[in-house]
């Protein structure tokens, strides 16, 4: 258990519609980070946020956006959505930011879009 | 910008054999190198990471890996392969605040 919680583990939904992704920190860290894994795309990062504020973007989508809450914890909003928006959806938490910093993962909410 | 390629999707070893697993990167600044390991259905977690210290690191479960700078490869290995080490496993690399991930090799644990 790495101590970073997601919320929901499963969704299902339809093209067209929104969801939001929910991700809790472990105790003490203070950047988020989001990330999407499909079958084709491998790994890719979305976006990271520290301590608030947000500090790199990858491949995230403009229907996607997200943010992270005074509490820490931060939601990740899917907007629109495509068949090809199904796929693993994870958050992961670091003490710091900067280079040197391992992530901590949680353990993934899967979304398919029908 | 920085990047890691893994080399072979998939990799199959026998219970006992050595594991091999490799990695190679670009970047035009000192790295900080991973590696991760993600089992079935679950989370990505840290075996072991390179920030410029010892060149040889030592992991958990007993893996280990070794930057080369001349070779740019940071390959990650395991003298005698378990069952439980089936997984997929990602090398990657930091590049500022963002981490790099390689595409990811599947390793197979035949018994």
């Known amino acids: 258990d790495s101590g970073v919680t997601q919320t929901p583990k499963h969704l299902i939904t339809a093209t067209g519609q929104r969801v939001t992704l929910r991700c809790s920190p472990r105790?003490?860290?203070?950047?988020v980070y989001w990330y999407q894994q499909s079958l084709d795309q491998g790994l890719q990062f979305l976006i990271q946020?520290?301590?608030?504020?947000?500090?790199a973007k990858g491949n995230i989508l403009e229907r996607f956006s997200a943010q992270q809450f005074p509490d820490l914890h931060s939601e990740l909003n899917l907007s629109s959505l495509e068949l090809g928006d199904s796929a693993l959806y994870f958050c992961?938490?670091?003490?710091?930011?900067?280079?040197?910093?391992?992530?901590?993962f949680g353990p993934g909410t899967r979304l398919t879009v029908t | 910008a920085q990047s890691v390629t893994q080399l072979g999707s998939h990799v199959s070893v026998s219970e006992g054999a050595l594991v091999l697993l490799r990695c190679n990167y670009s970047?035009?600044?000192?790295?900080?190198l991973f590696w991760y390991v993600q089992y079935p259905n679950q989370g990505l977690q840290l075996l072991l990471k390179?920030?410029?210290?010892?060149?040889l690191v030592k992991g958990i479960n007993g893996f280990e890996a070794e930057f080369k700078k001349s070779e740019t490869s940071f390959h990650l290995t395991k003298p005698s392969a378990h069952m439980s080490d089936a997984a997929e496993y990602f090398c990657?690399?930091?590049?500022?605040?963002?981490?790099?991930f390689g595409a990811g090799t599947r390793l197979f644990v035949k018994a």
């Open positions: 105790s003490g860290d203070l950047s």
């Open positions: 970047s035009s600044v000192p790295p900080y």
């Open positions: 390179y920030t410029s210290a010892a060149t």
């Open positions: 990657a690399v930091s590049e500022g605040f963002k981490t790099i």
């Open positions: 992961a938490s670091s003490v710091e930011v900067g280079p040197t910093y391992e992530q901590y």
């Open positions: 946020y520290y301590n608030g504020e947000e500090r």
